[in-house]
């Protein structure tokens, strides 16, 4: 028996037979960017771990627990990125992105966290994250919403489903934080001992927690839409009057509480019944303090993301088609001569149809054994090219898909076929 590496666990392999999927996610998303006028950053895979501690809070689950951070040769604390805001946040400030302007990101990329893995949940997971930084109004929270909704119904998607709530400033989520220590600590012999590690660095977590023996006092915890201020109790209301103007129905969840520190006012999520534990497939909200919490000026700012793999597999299970990247043409070629004009005319078709799929056949055998080859690749067209073709300086082509005549061409006859072909 061959003894193969194995991958390391929770990170996996996309394969050719998936792409096509993959492919239709990202073509979906970056056409539904620029449409709203986002800019495409990238940014690096690793960061230095006081990042992360500064952003997402140093009590969270993720740096606790999930980061993967080691000392490089210089003996500095590195991390691969858990998320993406932080490190488009701290571009911009390494950059003077942000500097008396507004700017709309989105990037795209392989994110790390060590996990427990399971369907939907990966060490290596893809996201793909947009930012807005510099927008005060709920205008930009409501746009961000909408771009999310415009993408499912770019890909088909019926099951996700819109949950938004109001994190208040810090100061009245500070009132709300001693409300919620009061209550839970009343109940510290029924928390379960994640939460009780929660209650005193940040309760808000607890309301986070998917222990079942919580659920009853999880529910009959104090409500944060209570202790909103006024301002951001107007600024949520502008949201959702946005949201009714143009038909995005949602629903508010008082429990949604966003797992990472520096989430602030609007918080939302798109949640399906289809993906089982797992079930959000899209998150963010407003993190009006993150900026300046790394070092820049008071500077507002709402984002979200999505993990890639989530959406694919969502896809799957909503049963919606996908067309497969096949060949528009398959060449085969008969004999050593045919064989080296064959490699020409496929690179002469490639050159003037970029857009165009063509494939040679590169195994040889009888012509019959290259057209049952052509067939099972899924081309349109079986380009032949033999003794008979050569000397008539013509291609044949073959429709493999349709009961049409088989017709000799010249190359440039061809093109024009193809090009007018949908």
């Known amino acids: 028996m061959v003894d193969y590496i194995q991958p390391v666990r929770g990170m996996n392999d996309v394969l050719p037979d998936a792409r096509s999927v993959w492919a239709v996610v990202e073509t979906a998303a970056e056409e539904v960017f620029e449409a709203y006028g986002y800019q495409r950053i990238r940014i690096p895979a690793l960061e230095r771990t006081e990042l992360f501690c500064r952003s997402i809070g140093e009590t969270t689950d993720i740096v606790r627990k999930e980061m993967y951070t080691f000392e490089d040769r210089n003996g500095s604390s590195v991390t691969l990125r858990p998320e993406a805001t932080a490190g488009i946040v701290r571009a911009g400030l390494s950059n003077g992105l942000f500097h008396n302007k507004q700017q709309k990101l989105w990037c795209s990329g ?173 998150s963010g909200g407003r993190y009006d303090t993150l900026v300046s919490q790394l070092g820049g000026k008071d500077t507002p700012a709402i984002g979200w993301a999505l993990g890639v793999e989530r959406v694919v597999e969502l896809i799957m299970a909503e049963g919606l088609p996908i067309n497969e990247q096949t060949p528009d043409a398959y060449l085969t070629a008969g004999g050593e001569q045919a064989r080296r004009a064959g490699f020409s005319i496929a690179e002469e078709l490639r050159a003037k149809l970029p857009n165009a799929r063509v494939s040679m056949d590169c ?41 049409t005549p088989q017709v000799m061409l010249t190359l440039d006859e061809l093109v024009s076929m193809l090009l007018s072909s949908p």
């Open 110 to 282: 392989p994110m790390f966290r060590h996990e427990k893995p399971q369907k939907g949940r990966y060490r290596q997971f893809h996201q793909l994250d947009v930012e807005a930084v510099g927008f005060v109004g709920p205008e930009i929270d409501a746009e961000l919403i909408v771009m999310s909704a415009r993408l499912w119904e770019r890909l088909g998607l019926q099951s996700p489903k819109l949950e938004i709530n109001s994190l208040g400033t810090t100061k009245s989520r500070a009132v709300y934080r001693e409300a919620l220590q009061r209550y839970f600590t009343g109940a510290r012999d029924t928390l379960d001992a994640e939460s009780l590690h929660r209650l005193d660095r940040n309760p808000l977590r607890i309301l986070d927690s998917k222990n079942p023996d919580l659920e009853d006092l999880i529910a009959n915890a104090p409500d944060l839409s209570e202790y909103l201020d006024e301002e951001s109790k107007v600024h949520f209301d502008g949201v959702q009057k946005l949201l009714d103007d143009v038909g995005v129905e949602h629903v508010i969840n008082t429990r949604l509480v966003r797992g990472l520190d520096y989430y602030s006012r609007t918080v939302f999520e798109w949640v399906t019944d289809l993906l089982g534990a797992q079930s959000a497939v899209c």
């Open 363 to 403: 195994m040889g055998g009888s012509l019959k054994s290259q057209l049952r080859r052509a067939d099972r690749s899924g081309a349109r067209l079986a380009l032949i090219l033999g003794e008979d073709e050569l000397a008539a300086e013509k291609i044949s082509v073959k429709a493999l898909r349709e009961d």
